[in-house]
């Protein structure tokens, strides 16, 4: 092996090494040797996601706030003069989410065993599942741009696998080919990218590239338009993966999928590769470019935010606030709060995680529901459940961790978490002009709203009486709680989005111990008011809110939204963005592939076949001339010919005494010639 | 006296019924007559003009000649035409006509 | 007798083998015929493993460099004076030929294998098939231009007869129009392969040569000659040499073939019989990738440089065309042809740019696209076999059906849109790379190029998906109905056995793209160093 940096740990990177492959060796079993619906493949995987899991956490101790990144690589093979290399490169960020998948992934696969029990695919779920995880962890530490991408596309078509698993029902065809097909339009961004930093440093290696003072992105004097385009592309990448406007629409989409799935998609893997991608190459954006991440990020957000206060599907609501909060990392980024936007990443990955798992007990027992008593009911409406709180207490409260996580309510992580976002936002604004502050107040509208539909939807599902009843006044709803191996995941999760795993002071985000591991910044003291008045400003705010929800969706005396007005609509039809995309995009591309196909058959055969035809032509002209005047020629001698015989053999009669006249005529007249003339 | 010119003029009067013959019968054997006939015509001439040659008699011979030729000449034809006449049973020279094209 | 005769004429014995048995034993006849593609695998194998890496190898325009070389002399006239007609039989690989060789006798037996459901005529068909192989392995060592072009001339007179005879219905058709296209490119061929002859002098015997080593060396050229580099000779009121170059590579651009001149391509793929297709998409258009590499580009190499763009434009042409193309089509074998279009668009491109990734990525490409084409057509074929239907609508839901062929679609239309594990991805990649570079180190592609073939990769995931979704998942129906539930089994023993090396290969040159690469590398090398010298 080679060596790069000075640092090297054998212990270190075999660990990690095996932190990677395990789940791989789990997707091995159960894809070769295990039978269809054989229940050890559950048990395999989880027991792969689990040792993943500790060793993990060893290297994560090992290497994280030390001095140096791991870096280790090896040639892979060597194309022109070019050798690429193949390696590891563990730095706080990998190492912090080489922690955070396994940990997000190991509740999941639990879970799952419990929730796909029936199913008749059941190991091919968890070979599924396994090589998720192992590409999502091997995209983590790649030190190889090339690599990166390909686990990168990896981590897309395991996802394509997952929320296609039911692939007999159509809805998750169509969304898994959406998710894929707009996941490729970043992935060729990224792609473009990578070659191009490739084509003008040669080298895909992004310790080269990104690590340290004497990395080519931050070396003086050198012409950075080279790297500022590479990194809008990988800036375009980040958006397919992490589900930004405009190529966010595949994300609510993905629901389609087992919720075990989605749980996992929305918290450590997929979408959070788009944002990770962004902290490994961070260097490479400038301000300006920045700027563009802070805005797509805070619209994102506001966006996201709107559409999933008129949503209905439960885990519609979930993906949209997903969208949303992926868009606060993003604009985290923008602002520079770059450790505040990983810290996002690893809050907001337990409690979504949580979210679904409980949305995913939730559908389970509508389903049940549904099934008893025969109704033609969606079990993921939310209009359909409601007074669930008392039926299924566990879930309510660990359900109600996590939302108070997610609206940010101080004692929760996700208050850590998200106001340091807010306040970094508001300093970046500061002094800029009036146009930047649109982003934080934009930011802060989207945490109140966020608020909303978070209330929205717990009240809905679990508060007031079952609306079950007003379809038939018989039913009494029964719900349950669900096995151990639902509810000890859950509960694992809902110990993950309180405060102490992150912070021992509840109030202030910055003491956190994630943000020493990251790029020191000046915003980390609380040197301004905005420190204070920010958290406080916005916490005041949301109690209101949290009001105003109960007031209209409980007492049901608040009437502050017509169900018919323009902007419910808007909202309701998720801004009409996918109708857009359907009606004008694909059917233009459709369009497209329709002309040139006319083209080619028209057009360039067309070609082909006149040419082909007037070679037909000139033969039958050739064949006429041939016929008719070459051919003649020789018929009018060959008739002269002929007609000159049928005179002469007139005179051959064969009558000697015939003959004898002619010859005595022909002397006579000689004869006569001779001697009169 | 009769003089070199009445024979010339017996000779083309045998010479014009012999030709006559020739060309107007449809029978072989009356054609060879007729053949005959000039043939006479011709050694008739040759006699006539044998006054001319008092010493070698040259016409004279000559005549001879022809008159032993001419028989067998006749003999030959008689017997192809006996020979035609077996295959054809016909000696009417326009009805043998296998060779006509 | 070299290696590469009795690689090269080895199906000949065979072919006579069978020529020679009773009609009546048909039913061996192809065993015969998969023996003689193992043994032309067996020596193409050993080939492979004994060819020798390194700088000193590298070929292209040594006569020194190439291995497993055998020089006789075939045709000798004396002329008059000095004058000497010399025609060699003249073999010999290098790292170029080699992968050539070795990709197109794992499709010979994968086609072998295909052959199975021929039912009717069998001694033609299977000595057709001999006769082809020996052709097409002829291409691929021949370094005496006559022999090329005799070789590649051959390719068409079985191919013409396979198709006609054992095709689908509107075989006659196709096969005129693919015999006709690809004969219309090699005609002219000749005229430069002449033309050629008669500027070049053999520097050793000093005579005229269709030696296409000494046809690289600009020294050899006489004074004055018609393509001699310094006589500045025209054609037409054009550079004889440019016009040398534009109808040896639109020869050859019939071949691969490269939008405008693959009209030919869907017609001939679809109405071919499979394994003919197998070898149509899988050998057949490498030959035109090939012999742009070792003809048009080696022995004008002044001309592959200012037509680089042009070359390029037309690849990038090729790649979007064919992908948009393919997402209209609604017959599965052609939707597979459209995208080959596609597809060898990137060999086009990664030629052009004349950097050493962008020439690796293209032979990885050739190497890459007749396996998986191989493999797709090879699927195709699997369910025209069963239901005599190809029509994509006339599907819905096979992946219950027939899970064990879903998988293998999967990772045949997987490889093929670029999912990374797989030879595609590799491949697609550095051509773009090579693209890329393109602008930076010899200025001859723009950027744009690059990212317009990096879109064809997304339009690829596009028609491959819809096909995969359309076809393979939902609930299933047929057109036919309960007939064709029943006909449509999963794969046989004898099918697995076919595609599983195919996958294999696909996913081994994925993760070890050196298996490639290495062979490769330093004629490649050698190559583009040869064009920068000029």
Redesign the interface.
């Known amino acids: 092996m080679e060596t790069a940096l000075s640092y090297t740990d054998p212990l270190i990177i075999q660990l990690a090494i095996a932190v990677v492959l395990l789940p791989f060796a789990a997707f091995l079993i159960n894809f070769l040797l295990i039978s269809k619906t054989s229940k050890v493949s559950g048990w395999i995987s989880s027991l792969a996601i689990l040792l993943s899991f500790i060793l993990s956490a060893i290297v994560f101790f090992k290497v994280w706030d030390k001095p140096h990144d791991i870096h280790v690589q090896q040639v892979w093979f060597a194309i022109g003069n070019v050798k690429v290399q193949i390696g590891l490169w563990l730095n706080n960020l990998s190492v912090l989410m080489l922690l955070l998948v396994p940990a997000v992934a190991l509740p999941v696969h639990i879970y799952s065993i419990a929730y796909m029990a029936g199913d008749a695919k059941y190991t091919r779920y968890f070979t599924y599942l396994s090589f998720f995880c192992f590409a999502m962890l091997a995209l983590v530490v790649m030190d190889n741009m090339l690599l990166m991408y390909a686990f990168w596309e990896l981590v897309g078509f395991a996802s394509y696998l997952l929320i296609g698993f039911w692939f007999t029902r159509d809805k998750a065809v169509q969304a898994n080919k959406k998710a894929f097909i707009m996941n490729r339009i970043g992935d060729i961004a990224l792609l473009v990218g990578i070659l191009m930093l490739y084509a003008h440093y040669h080298t895909f290696d992004m310790v080269k590239l990104f690590a340290g003072d004497n990395a080519l992105a931050n070396a003086q004097g050198v012409d950075k338009a080279w790297l500022t385009i590479p990194g809008i592309c990988f800036l375009c990448g980040a958006i397919a993966k992490s589900a930004q406007f405009p190529l966010h629409t595949w994300l609510p989409d993905a629901m389609e999928g087992p919720t075990s799935v989605s749980a996992l998609i929305h918290a450590a893997t997929m979408v959070a590769a788009g944002i990770f991608l962004l902290g490994r190459v961070y260097p490479a954006f400038n301000a300006d470019v920045l700027t563009v991440i802070a805005v797509i990020g805070c619209f994102t957000a506001f966006m996201a935010a709107t559409i999933a206060l008129t949503q209905n599907d439960l885990k519609r609501i979930l993906a949209y606030s997903t969208i949303s909060q992926l868009g606060f990392m993003m604009l985290a980024m923008g602002v520079g709060a770059y450790s505040s936007a990983l810290f996002h990443l690893a809050t907001h990955a337990f409690f979504k995680c949580l979210l679904f798992l409980s949305a995913g007990v939730i559908i389970h027992e509508m389903q049940h529901l549904k099934q008893k008593h025969q109704l033609n009911i969606d079990p993921q409406n939310i209009l359909y459940m409601g007074g669930l709180r008392k039926l299924m207490p566990v879930t309510f409260i660990t359900c109600s961790i996590a939302a108070l996580a997610l609206i940010g309510l101080p004692l929760t992580s996700g208050y850590l978490s998200k106001d340091g976002i807010l306040i970094q936002a508001f300093e970046w604004a500061e002094g800029k002009g009036w146009l930047y502050s649109i982003i934080p107040i934009g930011a802060m509208l989207t945490s109140l709203l966020t608020a909303f539909y978070v209330a929205r939807l717990m009240f809905k599902v679990f508060f007031g009486e079952s609306r079950l009843k007003e379809f038939n006044p018989d039913i009494v709803p029964e719900a349950h709680d669900g096995s151990l191996l639902y509810q000890i995941p859950m509960m694992m999760l809902a110990a993950c989005c309180l405060f102490p795993l992150f912070s021992f002071n509840p109030f202030f985000y910055e003491q956190a111990w994630l943000f020493k591991g990251f790029i020191a910044s000046s915003y980390l003291e609380r040197m301004n008011l905005y420190h204070t008045v920010v958290p406080v400003a916005v916490n005041l705010l949301i109690v209101p809110v949290i009001y105003l929800a109960y007031a209209t969706y409980i007492k049901r005396d608040a009437h502050w939204f017509k169900q018919q007005g323009v902007l419910f609509r808007f909202s309701y039809n998720q801004w009409y963005i996918d109708s857009f995309y359907n009606k004008v995009i694909v059917k233009l591309v459709l369009l497209l592939s329709n002309l040139t196909y006319w083209l080619d058959k028209n057009v360039i055969d067309g070609l082909i076949g006149i040419l082909a035809n007037i070679g037909i032509l000139l033969g039958k002209i050739a064949a006429w001339v041939d016929e008719y005047v070459i051919d003649g020629i020789l018929h009018v001698i060959t008739g002269i010919v002929k007609q000159g015989g049928n005179f002469v053999r007139g005179f051959q009669t064969g009558r000697v005494q015939g003959y004898l006249v002619t010859m005595l005529l022909v002397i006579l007249v000689l004869y006569v010639l001779k001697t009169f003339i | 006296m009769i003089t070199l010119t009445d024979f010339l003029f017996i000779s083309a009067g045998l010479f014009c019924t012999g030709i006559f013959i020739v060309l107007s019968k449809r029978n072989a054997i009356q054609i060879l007559i007729g053949i005959e006939l000039i043939i006479n015509a011709a050694i008739l001439n040759l006699v006539a003009f044998g006054k001319y040659d008092k010493l070698n008699n040259a016409g004279q011979s000559f005549a001879l000649f022809a008159i032993v030729l001419a028989a067998a000449a006749v003999s030959v034809a008689l017997a192809i035409i006996l020979n035609v006449y077996r295959q054809y049973k016909t000696i009417d020279p326009n009805k043998v006509e296998r060779l006509k094209g | 007798m070299s290696i590469l005769t009795l690689l090269i004429f080895s199906p000949i014995l065979f072919g006579l083998v069978i020529l020679l048995l009773p009609t009546e034993w048909r039913n061996i006849f192809k065993h015969i015929n998969l023996l003689a593609t193992l043994v032309q695998l067996g020596i193409a194998v050993w080939l492979y493993i004994n060819f020798k890496t390194g700088a000193l190898f590298a070929g292209i325009n040594h006569q020194g460099q190439y291995q497993f070389v055998e020089k006789l002399h075939w045709i000798g006239l004396n002329l008059g004076g000095t004058n000497r007609l010399q025609i060699d039989y003249f073999v010999g690989v290098d790292g170029i030929s080699i992968m050539m060789l070795l990709m197109s006798s794992v499709v010979m037996v994968v086609a072998a294998i295909s052959s199975w459901e021929i039912n009717k005529n069998h001694k033609g068909y299977f000595a057709l098939f001999l006769l082809l192989d020996v052709a097409i392995t002829g291409v691929f060592c021949s370094l005496d231009f006559f022999m090329f072009y005799i070789f590649y001339e051959l390719m068409l007179l079985p191919l013409y007869f396979l198709i006609g005879i054992w095709g689908g219905v509107r075989r006659e058709y196709a096969a005129i129009?693919f015999f006709?296209?690809t004969l219309f490119g090699s005609v002219f061929m000749l005229l430069v392969m002449v033309g050629l002859y008669f500027s070049v002098r053999d520097p050793q015997t000093g005579n005229h040569t269709f030696n296409m080593i000494c046809m690289m060396n600009p020294a050899n050229y006489d004074k004055g000659s018609i393509f001699g580099i310094l006589s500045n000779a025209t054609l037409l009121g054009y550079p004889a040499r440019v016009v040398g170059f534009i109808v040896l590579f639109v020869a050859f651009a019939i071949k691969v073939p490269v939008?405008?001149l693959?009209?030919w391509l869907p017609d001939a793929h679809v109405e071919a019989p499979t394994p003919v297709s197998i070898i149509l998409a899988g050998v057949l258009l490498k030959v035109g990738g090939y012999g742009i590499i070792r003809v048009c580009f080696s022995i004008f190499p002044d001309i592959a440089t200012s037509g680089a763009f042009w070359i390029g434009l037309l690849g990038v042409i090729s790649i979007l065309?064919g992908a948009?193309?393919?997402?209209?089509?609604r017959d599965l074998k052609r939707l597979i042809a459209y995208s080959s279009v596609s597809h060898m668009g990137f060999v086009l491109l990664g030629i052009a740019s004349q950097?050493?990734?962008g020439m690796?990525g293209a032979m990885m490409q050739m190497v890459s696209h007749g396996f998986l084409s191989a493999m797709l057509f090879y699927l195709v074929g699997v369910i025209y076999n069963r239901v005599h239907n190809r029509d994509i609508y006339s599907f819905r839901?096979l992946?219950?059906l027939m899970p064990k062929y879903t998988v293998f679609v999967m990772v045949a239309f997987?490889a093929s849109l670029g999912?990374?594990?797989f030879s595609a991805?590799i491949a697609e990649?550095?051509s773009?790379?090579g693209a890329?570079?393109s602008?930076?180190i010899n200025g001859l592609l723009p950027?744009w190029m690059?990212?317009c073939g990096?879109?064809g990769?997304?339009l690829s995931?596009?028609y491959f998906?819809?096909t995969?979704?359309r076809m393979?998942?939902?609930?299933?129906q047929l057109k036919g109905g309960q007939i064709w539930e029943l006909a449509l089994t999963d794969l046989g023993k004898r099918e697995l056995i076919t595609l599983v090396p195919l996958a294999l290969l696909a996913f081994a040159l994925g993760v070890?793209?050196?298996l490639v690469?290495?062979k490769v590398?330093d004629s490649?090398?050698a190559l583009?160093q040869f064009i920068q010298l000029k």
């Open positions: 129009k006709l296209y939008v405008p693959h009209t065309y948009l193309n393919a997402l209209a089509q950097t050493a990734e690796s839901g992946g219950t997987f999912l990374p594990g991805f990649a550095f773009l790379i890329f570079n602008q930076a950027n690059a990212v990096s879109v990769i997304l995931a596009a998906l819809w995969l979704q393979f998942f939902g609930e299933t070890m793209p050196s690469f290495d590398n490649v090398l583009i």
